[in-house]
């Protein structure tokens, strides 16, 4: 448990093939009511590049700004667990 935000963190995530060891680590660490001062540097290794692929676009969607929380979510879910995706969802991929 972090006491104080008072250095860069840095992650290496290697050959996961899944997003969600990243995503677990980044919610423990940044609450959501403040501002984290310093860098979270996260790397990823995968030797796939699908895998690497699938996920810079999910943490695209995650950090995409321009949309509203509810439409990153749906994205997420849409292309992260279903065959079939939504119209929205395929244009935005």
């Not at 290496?12 to 660490?29: C, F, M, P, Q």
């Not at 999910?58 to 879910?77: A, D, H, N, P």
């Amino acid at each position: 448990d972090l006491e104080a935000d008072d250095k860069d963190l840095n992650f290496l995530v290697s050959e996961t093939s899944d997003l969600r060891h990243i995503l677990k680590s980044v919610s423990d660490l940044v609450p959501l009511k403040s501002k984290r001062q310093h860098k979270l540097n996260i790397y990823i290794h995968e030797k796939q590049f699908e895998c690497l692929a699938r996920d810079l676009v999910f943490l695209t969607i995650i950090c995409e700004t321009s949309l509203s929380k509810r439409e990153r979510m749906e994205l997420f879910m849409d292309l992260y667990s279903n065959v079939i995706i939504r119209d929205k969802t395929d244009s935005y991929l």
